[in-house]
């Protein structure tokens, strides 16, 4: 387990919302939720053996971590159910606070891709359900 590779994602997390690193290469993006992984995704990026460190993990988050094979997790907060699929799936993770549900930006209801994926347990089939919330989204 490259727990030096968290280590370093902890301290270079400061000025973004994520940061990925591995074997001595890391990974930033400033963007919110969960787009920075999708991104990645989308960019076709191999994320295999990374350790992640990121402001929100919740359980929409934890799932695409698990599709693509993140081996350690840090998070600022951590989702009880994020971290419940972190658990299923043994990836290892640290986190500053617990919560029950990640809100959602205007703090008055659960955030959208946490309802999305609030019925699911397989991590694919909540890839394809964000992306296509995501891509709803965004086309609006």
Known sequence: MRKIDLQIAKKNL???????CKDNTCLFSDKKGISPMMDF??????????SV??????KAVAFLFVKCNIKNVYAKVLSKSGKEILDKYHIYYEYETITEKIINREGNDICPMEKVVLNIDDA??????????LDNMRNF
């Open 14 to 20: 400061l000025n973004h919302t994520i940061c990925l």
């Open 41 to 50: 995704i989308n960019d076709n990026i191999d994320l295999n053996g990374y």
């Open 53 to 58: 460190a990121d402001l929100i993990v919740g």
């Open 124 to 133: 694919e089939i909540a890839y394809i359900k964000l992306k296509e919330k």
